[in-house]
């Protein structure tokens, strides 16, 4: 039974998207059947019904795709888009269009409860929680220039039983279970803090990298102190 005060979710990885067979979405009585699929397009408003749409419900119907190549830069991101059938108890409910570049997601209703689809980033639920306390926003006496963005954040991790405050700011990020937080953008007239979230798997590695390099630098002095005690010794032994 649905829960009164909130949504359920399900989510359909996006290695399924090539399947040609229906999607069953667990707990519910839908399925997806996935028509096509872009790694990277281009939307374009068209009229409702246009040549070019293979959606006929939605705002899709009156969007046209054209698929372009996968992006390469760091900063840039594909906009993808996926043509999908909803399916609950042999009923079709028309193809829609899914993607990250529009703005709300769309629904319908299967008897008497409402479906939304939408495409968004997969969610990664971390063990633990970060409150923001307090954010700072300072500026150079009489000028507009940035001289320090900064969050007082808690720290929770009832698991750990852990719970701390953390100060965050610019080049001084947050490291925590592997994870790095950064200071990286504000909003909302100082009141919101925005926080970009790096996990670098290989942080390890110039570490052990320094390690190795200075290793083999003992050797190798050791090797030439050797060397030279050696020849130093030899003369002494031949009177």
């Not at 009832?158 to 001084?172: F, K, S, T």
Request: aromatic residues 8%; positive net charge.
């Amino acid at each position: 039974m649905p829960h009164p005060r909130h949504d359920n979710s399900t989510a359909a990885p996006q290695s399924l998207r090539a399947s040609r067979k229906p999607i069953a979405l667990p707990r519910t009585p839908l399925s997806l059947h996935v028509t096509s699929c872009f790694q990277n397009a281009d939307l374009a408003m068209t009229a409702t019904g246009a040549r070019g749409s293979l959606a006929n419900m939605g705002v899709g119907a009156s969007v046209e795709v054209r698929e372009l190549p996968p992006v390469s830069g760091d900063n840039e991101i594909d906009r993808r888009a996926v043509y999908v059938e909803p399916i609950a108890d042999g009923r079709s409910y028309g193809t829609w269009l899914v993607s990250n570049s529009l703005g709300s997601p769309q629904s319908f209703i299967h008897e008497g409860r409402t479906w939304t689809l939408s495409m968004r980033p997969r969610r990664e639920y971390l063990p633990y929680s970060l409150t923001l306390k307090d954010f700072r926003h300072d500026v150079y006496p009489g000028t507009d220039i940035p001289k320090n963005f900064s969050s007082l954040v808690q720290l929770a991790n009832p698991a750990a039983g852990e719970e701390r405050d953390v100060l965050i700011y610019m080049n001084q990020p947050l490291r925590y279970g592997g994870k790095a937080f950064y200071q990286a953008s504000f909003g909302k007239n100082d009141t919101l803090s925005v926080l970009q979230v790096v996990e670098n798997p290989g942080w390890l590695l110039p570490y052990i990298s320094c390690v190795l390099v200075g290793a083999g630098l003992v050797l190798h002095f050791a090797f030439a102190l050797f060397r030279s005690l050696k020849r130093r010794q030899a003369p002494l032994e031949a009177r």
